[in-house]
């Protein structure tokens, strides 16, 4: 009984947190893209239908399994700019002719979504599916200017 107790409070606890409902929006498997800005970590989720992407410092894994690793390591730190976080997108976005043109506000330093626009338009989903395989062997992109 303490046990169901016990994920019922967390499961409330999460589902009060916007960050995490937005999150729970993604497909739940591997991520897209595995991006590397600089010597910084970043794996990246597209949405299916909106045109966001979920990004995440860390190494490959499940989304879900990088929400709670993320939450403990990344929890209190501030260190990277959104600069860092648009970098992270663009670096797969640009191979398609899209960029990343908002870095979402996060209570959270571990998690950013990005919304993005295309100039012309662009099948997404086939762009996605035809590149995943090589953006998971790691994208690589120099730092963003100091800002």
Request: one cysteine or more.
């Amino acid at each position: 009984m303490k046990l169901h107790a016990l994920l019922l409070a967390a499961a409330l606890a999460l589902a009060a947190c916007g960050t995490t409902q937005r999150a729970l929006r993604y497909d739940n498997g591997y991520p897209d893209a595995d991006v590397f800005v600089d010597n910084q970590r970043f794996q990246l989720w597209f949405h299916e239908s909106d045109q966001t992407i979920l990004i995440q410092r860390g190494d490959p894994q499940p989304l879900g399994s990088l929400l709670a690793q993320n939450a403990t390591i990344y929890a209190n730190d501030r260190t990277l700019d959104p600069l860092w976080w648009g970098a992270a997108a663009n670096a797969v976005l640009t191979q398609f002719g899209c960029y990343g043109a908002v870095v979402s506000r996060e209570e959270r330093s571990h998690l950013r979504e990005v919304s993005y626009t295309c100039r012309e338009p662009v099948d997404v989903a086939a762009q996605v599916a035809q590149r995943r395989a090589e953006w998971r062997r790691g994208v690589h992109v120099p730092a963003p200017p100091a800002s």
